[in-house]
């Protein structure tokens, strides 16, 4: 991929940074539809029944801001830098913030958190009657373009998300509510990486094994997962990063959003 | 829990404080005694109590997991249709035990949580009590909500994915917690239990049996 793709891309998220910026921070939990339908996995051991189908869900238009985190973690102080038990949450957590309850910079509000264990995302996500999405609900609004729903077989597109992915994660954080994808999702791809639900499940295992079976000695059922669609390398990035996590992790370039249930139909 | 008059507990908690005045004012390193059991210290940071999810055993009662604390465990997720592994699991912690002394294994309690909580119900965990004879005073094979399944899954480190089969992909392993809730150590070996891991085992039981 060319430097072009790189610079054009960066100039098309500065451009969305400043549009977010002129139309003021978006409101504090948009949801919108996401409708059901299939997702061809990735992940092997899950398509010997291909393609899985995803029901319907509400899903954050936006990543989680600093902001909002901030509202929470003052709220339910035992999710605060320096209280939190270490069981949730690993020494890197919130470090880039001020104080335990100040963001700093108030233009910083805008950002999406990161810094963020698994623990507080979901405890988050409780918080506004939902719960993270799992790997399958993620991946399937994240196949999507302003245009389709399934844009993963297009090189453009996959040239794009990747020239994000090969950028340095030094750059600051754009200010959430980027283009909004066919749902109205905004910021799946270029801004943060996300948590998600079964981010444990994602079972790609890097140790040693030894005995006369070791696939069945080590996991129940079959063994590790395949993959797939190896072109898709903005998958098996993703993969890679959330196997390597564990729950009380955070990183610099990790947040997450929430889904809720839709509402029941009152009928 | 606390039965004791309160005047008595008065007395208690002034000689105490009476005790840690003195040992101040000597200036000894030595700690006062320590207060009445009630007075529950506070958690370590890392304890896996801090997970405010229930759990459900065999016998139908639904409890707390931090009411746990107190007695070391042996801790492990299955799921009770697993034709393989988990009943390699459940012998594994019997190897186990069976390596402990009576007094030793006396402390030591076994929970092994279900990763299926759809199919495994109270009544099919105690099916699966009875048909592998297991001794359901000191273990519990235990449910709760698929939330609580993964959260706990996330403290201990295990990982878990249901096939479109009805199977599951999950590590087994072992996971011995102090009394507690730390992690004191884990195994991943079935079948022979690990020498070492035994060796941790006597160890936490021993502390918590003083």
Request: proline fraction near 5%; include cysteine.
């Given at each position: 991929?060319?430097?072009?793709?790189?610079?054009?891309?960066?100039?098309?998220?500065l451009?969305?940074?400043?549009?977010?910026?002129?139309?003021?921070s978006?409101?504090?939990?948009d949801?919108?539809?996401v409708?059901?339908?299939?997702?061809?996995?990735?992940i092997?051991?899950?398509?010997?029944?291909?393609?899985?189908?995803?029901?319907?869900?509400?899903?954050?238009v936006?990543?989680?801001?600093?902001g909002?985190?901030?509202?929470?973690v003052?709220?339910r102080?035992?999710?605060?830098?320096?209280?939190?038990?270490?069981?949730?949450?690993?020494?890197?957590y919130?470090?880039?913030?001020?104080?335990?309850?100040?963001?700093?910079?108030?233009?910083?509000?805008?950002?999406?958190?990161v810094?963020?264990?698994w623990f507080?995302?979901?405890a988050?996500?409780?918080?506004?009657?939902?719960?993270?999405p799992?790997?399958?609900?993620?991946?399937?609004?994240?196949?999507?373009?302003?245009?389709?729903?399934?844009?993963r077989?297009?090189?453009?597109?996959r040239?794009?998300?990747?020239?994000?992915?090969?950028?340095?994660?030094?750059?600051?954080?754009?200010?959430?509510?980027?283009?909004?994808?066919?749902?109205?999702?905004?910021?799946?791809?270029?801004?943060?990486?996300?948590?998600?639900?079964d981010?444990?499940?994602?079972?790609?295992?890097?140790?040693?094994?030894s005995?006369?079976?070791?696939?069945?000695?080590?996991?129940?059922?079959?063994?590790?997962?395949?993959?797939?669609?190896r072109?898709?390398?903005?998958?098996?990035?993703?993969i890679?990063?959330?196997s390597?996590?564990?729950?009380?992790d955070?990183?610099t370039?990790l947040?997450?959003?929430?889904?809720?249930?839709l509402?029941?139909d009152?009928? | 829990?606390?039965?004791?008059?309160s005047?008595?507990?008065?007395?208690?908690?002034?000689?105490?404080?009476?005790?840690v005045?003195?040992?101040?004012?000597?200036?000894?390193?030595q700690?006062a005694p320590?207060?009445?059991?009630?007075a529950?210290?506070?958690?370590p940071s890392?304890?896996?109590y801090h997970?405010?999810?229930?759990?459900?055993?065999?016998?139908?009662?639904?409890a707390?997991?931090?009411?746990?604390?107190?007695?070391?465990l042996?801790?492990?997720?299955?799921y009770?249709?697993?034709?393989?592994?988990?009943?390699?699991?459940?012998e594994t912690?019997?190897?186990v035990?069976a390596?402990?002394?009576?007094?030793?294994?006396?402390?030591l309690?076994?929970?092994?949580?279900?990763?299926?909580?759809?199919?495994?119900?109270?009544?099919v965990?105690?099916?699966t009590?009875d048909?592998?004879?297991?001794?359901?005073?000191?273990?519990?094979?235990?449910?709760?909500?698929?939330?609580?399944?993964?959260?706990l899954?996330?403290?201990?480190?295990?990982?878990?994915?249901?096939?479109?089969?009805g199977?599951?992909?999950?590590?087994?392993?072992?996971?011995?917690v102090?009394?507690?809730?730390?992690i004191?150590?884990r195994?991943?070996?079935l079948g022979?239990?690990?020498?070492?891991?035994?060796?941790?085992v006597?160890?936490?039981?021993?502390?918590?049996?003083?």
């Amino acid at each position: 991929m060319g430097a072009t793709t790189l610079r054009r891309t960066r100039a098309s998220g500065l451009a969305a940074a400043l549009l977010a910026a002129l139309a003021g921070s978006a409101s504090a939990a948009d949801y919108v539809t996401v409708p059901a339908g299939t997702l061809a996995s990735a992940i092997a051991g899950d398509a010997r029944a291909a393609p899985v189908p995803v029901e319907a869900f509400s899903m954050r238009v936006t990543p989680v801001s600093k902001g909002e985190f901030r509202r929470f973690v003052e709220s339910r102080p035992e999710w605060q830098r320096g209280r939190i038990a270490q069981t949730f949450a690993d020494a890197g957590y919130l470090h880039d913030w001020r104080d335990a309850t100040t963001v700093g910079d108030p233009a910083t509000e805008s950002q999406p958190v990161v810094n963020v264990s698994w623990f507080a995302a979901e405890a988050y996500c409780e918080g506004e009657g939902g719960r993270l999405p799992t790997w399958n609900e993620w991946e399937y609004v994240a196949a999507a373009d302003a245009t389709r729903r399934d844009a993963r077989a297009d090189p453009a597109w996959r040239a794009r998300i990747l020239a994000w992915y090969s950028t340095s994660a030094r750059a600051a954080l754009p200010a959430v509510g980027g283009a909004a994808d066919v749902y109205g999702v905004r910021d799946v791809h270029g801004v943060v990486w996300e948590w998600v639900d079964d981010f444990n499940a994602l079972l790609v295992d890097a140790d040693s094994r030894s005995g006369d079976d070791p696939d069945k000695l080590k996991f129940c059922g079959a063994g590790a997962i395949n993959l797939q669609d190896r072109e898709n390398y903005a998958v098996l990035m993703r993969i890679a990063l959330l196997s390597s996590l564990n729950a009380a992790d955070s990183t610099t370039s990790l947040g997450f959003r929430c889904v809720r249930p839709l509402a029941k139909d009152p009928r | 829990m606390n039965t004791t008059p309160s005047p008595v507990r008065a007395a208690r908690a002034s000689l105490a404080a009476a005790s840690v005045a003195m040992a101040l004012a000597l200036g000894a390193a030595q700690a006062a005694p320590a207060a009445p059991a009630t007075a529950a210290a506070a958690l370590p940071s890392d304890s896996i109590y801090h997970l405010p999810i229930v759990l459900t055993g065999q016998d139908g009662r639904a409890a707390r997991l931090d009411e746990r604390r107190g007695a070391p465990l042996l801790l492990g997720m299955f799921y009770t249709s697993c034709k393989f592994v988990c009943p390699m699991l459940i012998e594994t912690i019997r190897d186990v035990e069976a390596k402990l002394s009576a007094e030793e294994r006396e402390h030591l309690n076994v929970v092994l949580v279900s990763i299926d909580p759809e199919h495994d119900s109270v009544e099919v965990l105690k099916r699966t009590v009875d048909e592998r004879r297991i001794d359901g005073a000191r273990w519990t094979l235990a449910r709760t909500d698929a939330a609580s399944v993964r959260k706990l899954a996330a403290v201990l480190g295990i990982q878990y994915r249901a096939l479109p089969d009805g199977e599951f992909n999950h590590t087994t392993a072992v996971i011995l917690v102090d009394g507690d809730g730390r992690i004191a150590a884990r195994t991943t070996r079935l079948g022979n239990a690990e020498a070492a891991f035994v060796k941790r085992v006597r160890a936490v039981a021993l502390a918590a049996g003083r």
